[in-house]
């Protein structure tokens, strides 16, 4: 299907024009053999620089290729610098004004949720961002989602690195590449959820905030969604992606294919047990989300989730598997 590549970033349409348009002329011109063979070579080498300064090149990239885990790391970098960022936090909203300002420049459009909910620290506001590409309105068939909070604690100074930053910034990268497609990209919804990380401890009550309020405004459009995948905790050096057992069956097979055909498969197993995370509202009211988390990861929820623990590679590698998986399988 032509539409699953992309035109490599370098060839520039004004170059295949030119290109086209000087095959044309030859082909209008009959003049005699020695002068058509005196004139071959120059001719020639004056296409192959044409083709050289326009960038014009005859093979396609698959779009998945375009995926930089180094553009990626550099939005993780750029939210840690920002400091703590739990719910609530003037840092967490300046995270928001950097999210939709980046989504904007791929020409993504970002609505903000604001809603309130009771906590162990009381009332507290989170503010979920849904974006769409360009000014679509009518319902997205799937949901690309990642947590951008980071988990409140009071002893330490926890930046969240690669819990909380690691899967945003790969959504940000992941906004770039699929506009190079607007097709694809107008069926797809990105989420980042507020309120992931319980103030206290994980229970039915504390963490989740952001994607039950989700899921509880979705509940009737939940039809149109095939599907959908959350990202947390990607961005290991040591990526080692973690799958729950109870993870939708077509989709956890679709990502091992997907990391299969990127001989990337070595990097991601089943977990040990099962994983509730942002992905289990979703999956409540009949959306089938997998959630990829490299659940493997010692400094997890302390001060040491810094940004040397995670690296561009991993987050490439996901972000690649991933957009694989969307373009061959569940949107194809
Ligand atoms: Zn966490």
């Given at each position: 299907m032509l539409s699953a590549v992309s035109v490599s970033a370098g060839c520039k349409p004004a170059g295949r024009t030119d290109c086209k348009s000087m095959f044309r002329t030859a082909r209008y011109f009959n003049p005699p053999l020695s002068w058509r063979i005196w004139n071959f070579f120059p001719r020639a080498l004056g296409l192959a620089a044409l083709v050289s300064v326009y960038g014009c090149s005859f093979r396609t990239a698959p779009l998945w290729e375009e995926f930089s885990g180094a553009k990626a790391f550099g939005h993780v970098q750029h939210l840690v610098e920002l400091g703590p960022r739990p719910a609530g936090s003037e840092a967490l909203e300046k995270s928001r004004i950097y999210i939709a300002d980046q989504l904007k420049s791929f020409g993504w459009t970002t609505t903000r949720s604001e809603f309130s909910a009771s906590t162990p620290r009381g009332m507290m506001t989170f503010v979920n961002l849904v974006a769409r590409f360009g000014n679509q309105e009518g319902p997205a068939q799937f949901l690309l989602c990642s947590h951008y909070d980071t988990k409140t604690f009071d002893a330490i100074r926890f930046v969240g690195a690669n819990d909380g930053g690691s899967s945003t910034g790969l959504l940000i990268e992941m906004a770039r590449v699929l506009a190079i497609n607007p097709a694809l990209a107008a069926k797809v919804e990105l989420v980042f959820f507020d309120g992931?990380?319980?103030?206290?401890n994980f229970t039915a009550t504390d963490g989740l905030y952001g994607s039950h309020h989700f899921a509880s405004e979705l509940r009737e459009l939940?039809?149109?969604?095939?599907g959908g995948i959350l990202f947390d905790m990607i961005g290991d050096k040591s990526l080692q992606v973690t799958l729950s057992p109870d993870s939708p069956i077509d989709l956890a097979r679709n990502i091992f294919a997907a990391a299969d055909a990127l001989g990337q498969r070595a990097h991601f197993t089943y977990f040990g047990g099962g994983i509730t995370d942002d992905h289990t509202p979703l999956n409540e009211i009949g959306i089938p989300v997998i959630d990829l988390i490299?659940?493997?990861?010692?400094?997890?929820?302390?001060?040491?989730?810094?940004?040397?623990?995670?690296?561009a590679e991993s987050l490439e590698i996901v972000g690649r598997v991933a957009l694989y998986d969307v373009m061959q399988f569940e949107l194809k």
């Open positions: 992931e990380e319980a103030f206290e939940a039809k149109n969604f095939r490299d659940f493997d990861f010692p400094p997890w929820h302390t001060a040491e989730d810094t940004l040397d623990k995670i690296s």
